[in-house]
């Protein structure tokens, strides 16, 4: 069974990837990074119901940590079949107010763990001239938003990743994929009041909010695919249609 590492992955939409593909077999290594209680919460929940996942801190932002990672999941495992990278953050705020450390920080959690977790593992896929990333970004890494400035760039900045590193590795048989969710019914869009909520469901074709399982179920079949690379798949309800 395929080896995957999913960061970010204790919470929202990374939780779903993890417990949805722990019961379809997967080996699965839940990284986080401090929401330690919510991984133990999530590999012992699986526990109970006969489904084992490894969980691992690391701040992806850090490339030693990461390749500590890395190294973890080789030796365990061998072969990292399938990298996700979910890991990341979000702020609200007006441009000209966000201060120089929010940008940094947005940047290396959002982007540069990208950069840290995809070159850590594909030695390992290079070897075995198979593997499979998947990134995901944001409809505001395509669109962008308003007062969201710093998240739009980071996201976007997967988005280019993405393309580029497919037709890089496209000849070593590693596929690189992006997937760009709209609005999602997870804790990171928490801070939305009922009437920002039902603007938005507004302006979506399918009047309605996504769910955490759209995107894994997403995930899955790129898992099972063998020819589609360096495309960035937007699951939004229409959101983003020009």
């Known amino acids: 069974m395929k080896t995957v590492i999913v960061t970010g992955g204790s919470k929202g939409i990374g939780k779903s990837i993890v417990c949805g ?4 077999g997967y080996n699965v290594i839940l990284n986080y990074n401090k929401s330690q209680s919510e991984a133990t919460f999530i590999q012992e929940d699986l526990k109970k119901c006969g489904f084992y996942i490894d969980i691992f801190q690391s701040d992806v932002s850090k490339k030693n940590q990461v390749d500590d990672m890395i190294k973890y999941v080789i030796d365990k495992y061998n072969k990292i079949d399938v990298l996700i990278n979910n890991a990341g ?12 450390y929010e940008w940094d920080n947005m940047i290396n959690v959002n982007l540069k763990s990208v950069y840290n977790t995809s070159k850590a593992v594909l030695p390992n896929m290079l070897k075995y001239k198979e593997g499979l990333i998947i990134n995901i970004s944001s409809i505001w890494g395509i669109i962008g938003a308003s007062c969201e400035v710093h998240y739009s760039t980071a996201k976007a900045g997967m988005i280019g990743f993405t393309k580029a590193l497919a037709k890089e590795m496209g000849p070593s048989n590693i596929r690189v994929n992006g997937i760009a969710p709209g609005i999602i019914d997870t804790d990171m869009n928490n801070d939305l009041n009922d009437k920002e909520k039902k603007n938005i469901i507004n302006n979506i074709p399918l009047e309605k909010i996504g769910k955490p399982e759209y995107i894994e179920k997403c995930i899955e079949w790129l898992i ?12 939004d309800g229409g959101w983003g249609i020009n």
């Open 21 to 24: 593909l722990a019961k379809k």
């Open 89 to 100: 953050i979000s702020q609200i705020k007006p441009f000209l107010d966000i201060e120089e």
């Open 224 to 235: 099972n695919d063998e020819y589609t690379t360096g495309q960035i798949i937007s699951i």
